[in-house]
Structures are given as structure tokens and as C-alpha cells.
């Protein structure tokens, strides 16, 4: 088993780049493909980033994935801060031992 | 369209079984890759994936909750089924089906808040 670890929390401006880390445990991030869903207040989990950096359709191309083999980290990156960006962010991977793992989530706060 | 409806009690007393059904519409679970799963979120905190099960019938658990779970499923009634056994106030949270067909969780039901209180 392993575990994906996030920062608590981030803040930003409007139009400024943000970029929330995941870092897993053990083995190789690059392992296994890496998901990240975006959770507004009171709403259900979406998708975001796929398949360690594909963007579903409707997610506008502000968004990127990326992993960092050195950090053994994956990283969200969200260009062009909107407020509507503000919200939970939650990486996901999976774990051959089990299934699925998911990060502690971020707070994303654009102020 | 698809659409997942999670369905269960709203409060359960500690030590009882937690039932929940998942009714979904729009997919078969019988197609090859397919496979529905629950995921719970107590309040303020983060998501944890529970169990999952696959169109062959083919069952996973997180490791840490193995022992008190069961997943099956029902595919003429199109419906997935999840028990948790010796319920704590700790397991006090919203618990989400969500469908899987290929790498990422693509439909999410609106999920069922279920409360461990005596």
C-alpha cells in the first residue's frame, strides 16, 4: 500500500498559476496513471486531469497534469485563476494491492 | 443518460450493519471494463475509496475496512449493494457510488449522508 500526500491548502490571485503536489509513498508515481478531481462546496467530485495529464472534454485547457519522477510527485497546475476555481482538489491513483487511493485533497483558495 | 442513486438509512445505532444500494440506469455492468465502486467522505474530510465491483463479478476492498465490507451486485435490477458491519460513529459520512469505465470515476451518484449516532 501506499499513500498520496497533498498540501492542505494553497491560495492565489485571480490570473495567477497555482500548483497542488501529490507526492506518493512508496513506488514509482510513474507506476500508475494519476486523476485529479476538482470538489466545489457542496457538490460532487469531477474530473479534471486523467490519465496523469488529459483534460476531459469541458475542462478548459487552464488545467494541466504533469508527474515529476525526481519528487516522485504528480502536480496539478491551474493557470489563469478564476474564482470559480475555488474548490477541493483530490489526486487519485491506484494501488495494485488494493484498488484505488486518493490524496488528502487541497483547499484551493483564489482570493 | 447515466445516473447512479445512492439509497439507504440515514442514521444507524453503533455495532449495527450499514446497507446501501446503488441504483444506476444508462450503462450495463455486464460490459466488458465496467465496474461500480463506493466512495465515502466524512464531513470536511477527504474522500476514501471503500470496495469495488467489476462487470465479472471480480471484487476489491480497501485494505484498511476489508474485513467489514461486502459488495455485490445485481445486474437484472441494475443495482450494487454495499454492507459495512460493526458500524462507529467514525464512519459518520457521505457515502458516493461512482461508475468506472475506464481509468477515472466518470459518473458519481449525489451521494447519501449516513450519520452513526445512538
Known amino acids: 500500500n501506499f499513500m498520496l500526500t497533498q498540501p492542505h491548502s494553497v491560495s492565489e490571485s485571480p490570473g495567477k498559476t497555482v500548483i497542488i503536489s501529490c507526492t506518493r509513498s512508496s513506488g514509482s508515481i510513474a507506476s500508475n496513471y494519476v486523476q485529479w478531481y476538482q470538489q466545489r462546496p457542496g457538490s460532487v467530485p469531477s474530473v479534471v486531469i486523467y490519465d496523469t495529464n488529459q483534460r476531459p472534454s469541458g475542462v478548459p485547457d487552464r488545467f494541466s497534469g504533469s508527474i515529476d519522477s525526481s519528487s516522485n510527485s504528480a502536480s496539478l497546475t491551474i493557470s489563469g485563476l478564476k474564482t470559480e476555481d475555488e474548490a477541493d482538489y483530490y489526486c487519485?491513483?491506484?494501488?495494485?494491492?488494493?484498488?484505488?487511493?486518493f490524496g488528502g485533497g487541497t483547499k484551493l483558495t483564489v482570493l | 443518460q447515466v445516473t447512479l442513486r445512492e439509497s439507504g438509512p440515514a442514521l444507524v445505532k453503533p455495532t449495527q450493519t450499514l446497507t446501501l444500494t446503488c441504483t444506476f440506469s444508462?450503462?450495463?455492468?455486464?460490459?466488458?471494463?465496467?465496474?461500480v465502486n463506493w466512495i465515502r467522505q466524512p464531513p470536511g474530510k477527504a474522500l476514501e475509496w471503500l470496495a469495488r465491483i467489476d462487470w465479472d463479478y471480480d471484487k476489491f476492498y480497501s485494505t484498511s475496512l476489508k474485513t467489514r465490507l461486502t459488495i455485490s451486485k445485481d445486474t437484472s435490477k441494475n443495482q450494487v449493494v454495499l454492507t459495512m458491519t460493526r458500524m462507529d460513529p467514525v464512519d459518520t459520512a457521505t457515502y458516493y457510488c461512482?461508475?468506472?469505465?475506464?481509468?477515472?470515476?466518470?459518473?458519481w451518484g449525489q451521494g447519501t449522508l449516513v450519520t452513526v449516532s445512538s
Open positions: 444508462g450503462f450495463l455492468l455486464s460490459r466488458s471494463g465496467m465496474t
Open positions: 487519485q491513483s491506484y494501488d495494485s494491492s488494493t484498488s484505488w487511493v
Open positions: 461512482a461508475r468506472m469505465s475506464s481509468t477515472y470515476f466518470d459518473y
